[in-house]
């Protein structure tokens, strides 16, 4: 599945149609007014998260290639495209392939919280981390996937992101230490600014550590392999330097221990001290 940087790609590679009317717009995608598309010029490209969205006066349209959509720019494949706009006076075309493809009202910005964009020059490290510590018994795999916290994070940068700041999958986010916490927010943002700058470079998977990889770099010992968490997205990670931190429960058993001997005994012996023997 493209994470957010391969969408970021996507938009500047069709940055060039941006300015010019649609001459027509065809494809099997349902609920798009496909004939109102025709004469709309492009006003922007944009990308959210994993939603690559075209921007016209009437609407904007937003495709999500979901696990296995492609697109060709001024070429075809052979197959029925979801979504296939041909641009006026020869400006080319651009089409799409098993995608999800939906119109959206034209008015994005009402639409779209850019600050959780991991790729957005608005992202916001502070409300992630705010978002972050109202869901303590969230596991971090699922929080990295959580596009209303990190859009455009897919299970690349997740293991990815895990594996570098030596984070169990499973850990509760309430366990984490702070300092913790703040990493995770931090190196996901990085990690997605050096998966773009790999991919455009085409040395993406030369740099993974994790993701897909048998055993751990650090400890040359097998990585696990598990589905994990509410998501079920597969997770790489090695479980003797990816720290799984332990519960309040575990960390602070004094607390849970119920009436301690040791405090009774010595308010036996103040009591006796206090009381002169009967004799
Ligand atoms: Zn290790």
Known sequence: MPEGPSIVILREQTAGFVGKTIAHAGGSAKDVDMAALAGQPVLAMRSWG???????????????????????????????????????????ELNFYTCSVKQLAPDLERQYDWRVDIMSDQWDAALALKKLR????TLACDALLDQTIFAGVGNIIKNEVLFRIRLHPLARLGDLPPRKLRELVEQARVYAGEFLEWKLAGTLKAHWLAHTKSGCPRCHIPFHR??????????????????????????????????????????????????????
């Open 50 to 92: 994993k939603h690559f969205l075209i921007q016209t006066p009437a609407a904007a349209l937003r495709i999500h290639l979901l696990m296995f959509g492609s697109y060709r720019i001024n070429a075809r494949k052979d197959a029925v495209p979801r979504l296939s706009l041909r641009f006026d006076d020869d400006g080319g």
């Open 134 to 137: 109202a869901l303590p018994d």
């Open 226 to 279: 598990a589905q994990l968490g509410k998501t079920q997205r597969r997770s790489f990670f090695c479980t003797r330097c990816q720290k799984q931190y332990p519960t309040a429960r575990e960390a602070a058993p004094d607390l849970l221990t119920p009436l301690a001997i040791t405090p009774a005994r010595s308010d036996n012996k103040s009591r006796s001290q206090r009381t002169p023997p009967a004799s």
